[in-house]
């Protein structure tokens, strides 16, 4: 298995720019989730799904952030516009129901910087 | 409320022990985790423990569970180079589609020659 993917692994863009950051998770797991990742902050869920349906999303950060899942296969968080402070590691993770330890797999992260 | 602690830094030499600690909220977690985080990389889970289990033994890693005080450790014997990293400590909440970890800031270790 390829692992979680995530695309791009870094993004430069300009405020007020719309970014899309691109996750494909493990395939048969039925959990995505969405974090970022600061200094200051830490780990910070943004938002997961389970079988594709958003279970709990309030830890987007305002309205500008969002996110969805079309697919088992596929998923997307986006945000515009962007601003500054929403420069971080954005990580995708996985995991499979019913299946202890329900552990996480982690993609490799992307780095967004916005100048 | 959830909260997970870890101390945020540990500097030791290589091939000394390492002990990094987390204190936990949730009496209920079923399963907690250890997680390690190289530059520029993502996490990986390095290990876990049931809640029913107090040690847990894999290779040069160690966890030790005290339930009574929501403690959980990690050692690592003969701390080499490569162990350089950032370690997350995470708890196991809630049940089926809800449940979620709840994870610590890490604790940065660094091992110096």
């Known amino acids: 298995d390829a692992g979680v993917i995530q695309s791009p692994r870094h993004e430069v863009t300009e405020m007020g720019q719309e970014v899309t950051l691109r996750c494909k998770p493990i395939?048969?797991?039925?959990?995505l989730f969405w974090y970022r990742q600061t200094m200051m902050r830490g780990l910070e869920l943004l938002i997961y799904?389970?079988?594709?349906?958003?279970?709990?999303d309030s830890g987007m950060p305002e309205d500008r952030f969002s996110a969805k899942m079309p697919n088992a296969s596929f998923s997307t968080l986006k945000i515009q516009p962007s601003e500054p402070r929403d420069s971080a590691v954005y990580f995708c993770?996985?995991?499979?129901?019913?299946?202890?330890?329900?552990?996480?797999?982690f993609g490799s992260g992307t780095r967004l910087t916005v100048v | 409320g959830e909260d997970v602690e870890q101390s945020l830094f540990l500097s030791v030499r290589e091939g000394d022990s390492s002990v990094i600690n987390c204190t936990y909220t949730d009496s209920s977690s079923t399963y907690l985790y250890w997680y390690k985080q190289e530059p520029g990389a993502g996490l990986q889970l390095l290990t876990y423990?049931?809640?029913n289990m107090d040690m847990k033994q894999d290779q040069r890693l160690t966890v030790l569970l005290n339930k009574k005080d929501k403690h959980l450790s990690l050692r690592i014997a003969d701390t080499q180079t490569g162990d350089s990293a950032i370690y997350f400590c995470a708890e196991s909440m809630g049940a089926g589609n809800n449940r979620k970890l709840i994870w610590g800031l890490g604790t940065s270790l660094a091992v110096n020659p």
């Open positions: 799904f389970n079988n594709n349906v958003p279970i709990d």
């Open positions: 395939s048969g797991h039925n959990s």
């Open positions: 423990i049931f809640s």
């Open positions: 993770a996985s995991s499979q129901d019913g299946r202890p330890p329900y552990g996480y797999t």
